[in-house]
């Protein structure tokens, strides 16, 4: 029986993390995480958008493990605040701040904001890098919602208890996983992942 390929799923944060393992698993791939890899040298996210940041990550830990490798870069879009935190959600508050602290920030920001003008988006932008660090694909996925004046539920990760999406009118945080796995900008921008790594898969091997 030929081996399953292998694919290192390249992100430091669990919630993440874990999404992606939920939507990968129909794949026939062997998944790791960064956290298989002990002594991996964490990739710098020096990029001014989205693509640039996960392009080097994608990158950067596929020459260090040798191993195809799909990174996400993502984020939290607010109109009423010109389009952040963007490429700086996980960093809003500092580097070592929690969910809660962020998302007290992001509220405290928008406190003299009505709920009418708080549209916003979460981005999500996927990259696939070959093990010798050639970044193969690309996808995008956003999902539009607006942030709620207070957070509500217990699911999710990130700004995801203060996130609404059109249509729905619960946060990503109190909708069940398997409705957010649907509609998120991260289901969307693997989309285009998946059809990409199936190919690879079945012409390749995983390389």
Do not use: W
């Not at 580097?95 to 406190?111: F, M, N, P």
């Not at 649907?182 to 390389?207: K, P, V």
């Amino acid at each position: 029986m030929t081996p399953k390929p292998s694919l290192l799923v390249a992100t430091q944060n669990e919630g993440k993390l874990r999404e992606l393992r939920q939507l990968l698993a129909d794949l026939p791939l062997v998944l790791f995480g960064l956290e298989d890899f002990p002594t991996i040298q964490t990739v710098a996210e020096t990029g001014l958008t989205f693509v640039e940041n996960v392009s080097l990550k994608a990158s950067g830990y596929a020459t260090q493990v040798q191993m195809l490798t799909l990174a996400d870069d993502s984020g939290l879009e607010v109109d009423a605040l010109d389009g952040a935190p963007g490429v700086l959600s996980a960093r809003y508050a500092g580097e070592a701040a929690s969910d809660a602290v962020r998302i007290d920030k992001l509220l405290a920001e928008l406190s003299s904001i009505e709920i009418g003008n708080r549209s916003a988006r979460f981005v999500s932008v996927i990259a696939i890098a070959s093990r010798e660090g050639s970044v193969l694909n690309v996808s995008k996925g956003t999902c539009e919602g607006h942030i709620d004046l207070a957070p509500h539920g217990e699911h999710g990760f990130g700004y995801d208890p203060v996130f609404i999406p059109r249509g729905f009118t619960s946060t990503f945080a109190e909708l069940a996983p398997s409705v957010k796995n649907r509609i998120s900008h991260r289901a969307r921008a693997l989309r285009g992942a998946l059809d990409y790594l199936r190919a690879l898969t079945i012409a390749s091997g995983g390389r």
